[in-house]
């Protein structure tokens, strides 16, 4: 049994913005939800010790967390992909999760950007955290028109991630399993996912 908040999928298509950039997720006032994807030895330290360590997990390797959890179905193929086969939700506090997005550097250059190319990329080199919106997927993981955000950590701040802004860490792979066995069997108006709404903090994300 989760502990999350979930809803049909259907019904929460209804409320949720169908184009633009927007940072979805679960969050009550003091902390947000976000979805990561490992292999089990990484996966079980986490939930034994409600962070991140152990022999095959890498501090200086970039590390993708995702609030939106349609967006983690489809980069992990629903836990079907290599060294992805299970799925964590971790709350985080909200301080936290807004400090890392203060931090971040999109991975791409944006000619409207107020800075030149030469002075991102020396921010882009010098940052511990990246930012990344692609486009977000329905449940058949088809491409729809709201942009769906990623932040990428390393170094000290993902040390500072585990450490001091992790609350707790569960794993719903059961629960992923669960839906995606619906979804194969068509019976996407019976599938269930976390209850999402817009994070208001658009305007914080550096470009």
Not at 39 to 60: M, R
Not at 80 to 104: H, Y
Not at 122 to 150: C, M, T, Y
Request: charged letters at 25%; proline letters at 3%; zero cysteines.
């Amino acid at each position: 049994m989760i502990t999350l908040e979930t809803e049909l999928y259907i019904s929460q298509l209804q409320r949720w913005p169908k184009e633009g950039r927007h940072i979805m997720g679960q969050f009550d006032d003091n902390s947000i939800i976000v979805y990561q994807a490992y292999n089990p030895s990484i996966a079980n330290y986490a939930v034994k010790h409600q962070k991140f360590g152990g022999q095959d997990f890498s501090w200086t390797r970039m590390s993708w967390i995702k609030p939106n959890f349609t967006w983690m179905m489809y980069r992990s193929g629903w836990a079907t992909k290599n060294n992805q086969e299970r799925i964590l939700a971790i709350k985080l506090s909200r301080q936290g999760f807004e400090e890392i997005i203060s931090k971040a550097v999109p991975t791409n250059f944006n000619s409207f950007s107020p800075i030149s190319r030469e002075e991102w990329q020396e921010k882009l080199k010098s940052s511990e955290v990246r930012v990344q919106w692609d486009p977000d997927h329905n449940l058949l993981g088809e491409k729809i028109q709201r942009r769906a955000i990623q932040l990428g950590m390393k170094g000290d701040i993902l040390k500072k991630y585990s450490d001091e802004y992790i609350i707790s860490i569960e794993d719903i792979t059961e629960f992923v399993n669960e839906q995606y066995e619906l979804i194969k069997m068509n019976k996407l108006d019976q599938v269930m996912t976390p209850v999402e709404q817009i994070y208001d903090l658009v305007d914080k994300v550096y470009e």
